[in-house]
């Protein structure tokens, strides 16, 4: 029982994320991948190109359920419109757009996952992988990939790097003109730059790539280098200028001396972002983000939409917090605090969608500096226990919950958001998750979740607030009326206005009413000039019905006599 509880709740909790121009992939602690948003070029490896609004399956085996059982997915990434995935034997799975071979196989594009075959034949970029093999009695593996653009990366067991797809001409840089440009493969690349160190993280935007690598031959924790190659036009290598780099070079506000220890990076397409933290000792842990590249929209979040060619910290942000995650969009940016704290800033109030007119004049505008997404669903505006948050070219998801639960806000067209509307969405918004697929239809119906989502979307609470409010004018117009009716009433009777003091006890006190009780009440408590304007008044009433009682049966004693003469006075005048 205990076994497979504990296989239910990793099924439901995404342990990664990865978001692409308009499609979002997700990882389950089971290792399963779900995809939705736009299927176009196959991105979502359903086996069409039919949008998905809530998360779906990707399927590996496609109708083969033995073989699914037994793959177990370890990690995945996004490009602009292709989709990666690692399995625990470390195969690489790609499928999606391919005119520049970004998922290593043959033809424009594919609509579901297909296997990078021959990977690792020329031997890793380190030489020492026949040790490494025979030391370790392990087949050298891929343990991570990372994609951006039309570009994929991936590193191995041992630290070595591998880029295919449209990437920096590695090669070109040989050659006596070593001028920049880019070339097509759909057969991995080897960057034998970094033999004797370990390549721990890789991020890449459209042209450039940024790596953190061990200063020593293994990592065991402690410093990083920061490394960056590949076009430049922006400042987005931060190496202090614009000429474009086809070899990696040291980031040097990151290198060995620096007091910053880097941990996370991330690419947009034009612009770059770097957490990093002190590396003396401090009674806080705190850390900063830095940005650099483009800024024209305010993606680098320093206030201005100037490019800048070094690294500069994000100074819009608190101080004395700890950064857990970060990720760019096409024209922003986003960071998440360990206190549950997430922030945007960049394209459109941080949102990253293109000038809408669906923004007056007040809302409208890039956001500089950091904006602060409050979670709608706690009184501390926290997202609880959050892990990761990524970013598409205009949309933005967000792990919280310890992984079960998933956020999203941005451009919400062809369902990229997972909440089952292709609308945008300003504020962060629940995807449909656990997704509505078989494999979560024993513990929970579809309609219940659908009903959950639902009270806590914006629009439908916005819905029902209103009909609230029309159902609160129909009752107020209802006790109006009743209230004249009483007082009328009232006002008859006792010859003054109804207040409400005249409301018997026992009807306040118990809503019930005895009134013959409250008759006799009345009668007892009434002085003499009230008891005898009841009398004429009840005189009166008793008079104007005897009237009305004696007028209906002239009028039956009538239409009877008729009924009885009229018939002979026929006869007789037809004699």
């Not at 991936?154 to 040989?174: F, H, R, V």
């Not at 990592?219 to 076009?231: A, H, K, N």
């Not at 931060?238 to 290198?255: A, H, K, M, W």
């Not at 806080?284 to 979040?301: A, I, P, V």
């Amino acid at each position: 029982m205990e076994d497979g509880m504990e296989t239910g709740n990793l099924s439901r909790k995404v342990i990664s994320i990865a978001a692409g121009e308009a499609h979002t992939l997700a990882l389950t602690g089971d290792g399963r991948v779900y995809s939705w948003g736009r299927g176009t070029l196959g991105r979502l490896g359903t086996g069409s190109e039919s949008d998905q609004l809530l998360p779906t399956r990707v399927k590996f085996f496609g109708s083969d359920d033995e073989k699914e059982e037994k793959r177990k997915t370890v990690g995945i990434a996004a490009g602009a419109y292709h989709s990666l995935a690692i399995t625990d034997d470390g195969t690489v799975w790609g499928w999606g757009y391919n005119v520049y071979g970004q998922i290593g196989a043959n033809g424009e594009f594919s609509l579901v996952p297909r296997k990078l075959e021959g990977f690792l034949e020329l031997g890793s970029p380190d030489s020492s992988t026949q040790d490494y093999e025979l030391k370790s009695g392990k087949a050298l593996k891929i343990s991570s990939v990372k994609a951006g653009g039309m570009m994929s990366l991936a590193i191995d067991s041992l630290g070595g790097l591998w880029m295919w797809g449209n990437c920096p001409n590695y090669e070109q840089s040989k050659s006596p003109e070593g001028k920049f440009s880019l070339v097509s493969s759909s057969a991995p690349i080897p960057i034998w730059n970094f033999h004797g160190h370990t390549v721990v993280k890789v991020a890449c935007g459209n042209e450039h790539v940024v790596a953190l690598v061990s200063a020593e031959e293994t990592y065991e924790g402690g410093d990083l280098i920061c490394y960056s190659w590949g076009g430049n036009n922006y400042g987005q290598l931060g190496l202090g200028d614009n000429e474009s780099r086809l070899q990696p070079e040291v980031i040097e506000t990151f290198n060995l001396q620096s007091p910053w220890e880097v941990y996370e990076i991330a690419c947009g397409a034009s612009h770059t972002a770097i957490l990093a933290k002190r590396k003396r000792p401090s009674d806080t842990l705190e850390s900063f983000c830095w940005t650099f590249g483009l800024g024209d929209r305010g993606q680098l979040g320093h206030g201005t939409t100037k490019s800048f060619s070094s690294p500069e910290p994000v100074k819009g942000l608190p101080q004395s917090i700890f950064l857990i995650s970060v990720d760019c969009g096409l024209f922003h940016t986003s960071v998440v605090s360990s206190a549950g704290d997430v922030w945007s800033w960049g394209m459109e109030k941080g949102l990253g969608l293109c000038p809408d007119a669906t923004f007056n004049k007040e809302d409208a505008g890039d956001a500089i500096s950091p904006l602060l997404f409050p979670c709608p669903d706690t009184r501390d505006s926290k997202f609880h226990s959050t892990l990761e948050v990524a970013c598409g070219a205009a949309h933005t998801v967000l792990v919280s919950d310890g992984g079960l639960k998933l956020w999203s806000w941005g451009r919400g067209r062809s369902g990229v958001l997972g909440n089952g509307k292709t609308v945008d969405c300003y504020a962060p918004t629940l995807v449909l998750w656990p997704s509505l697929s078989d494999d979560f239809r024993d513990d929970e119906s579809v309609e219940v979740r659908k009903k959950k989502i639902e009270e806590t979307n914006p629009d439908v609470i916005d819905k029902r607030l209103s009909a609230a409010m029309e159902e609160m004018k129909l009752l107020e117009s209802k006790l109006s009326i009743t209230e004249k009716y009483a007082s009328i009433l009232h006002g008859s009777i006792y010859g003054r206005p109804f207040q409400e003091h005249d409301i018997p006890s026992s009807l306040k006190n118990s809503g019930s009413f005895d009134i013959a009780k409250e008759w006799e009440n009345m009668l007892e408590s009434s002085d003499s000039r009230k008891l005898a304007r009841l009398e004429m008044f009840h005189r009166n009433m008793l008079r104007a019905v005897k009237d009305k009682l004696m007028k209906r049966k002239m009028e039956e004693m009538i239409r009877e006599s008729l009924s009885q003469v009229l018939p002979e006075l026929l006869n007789k005048r037809s004699e």
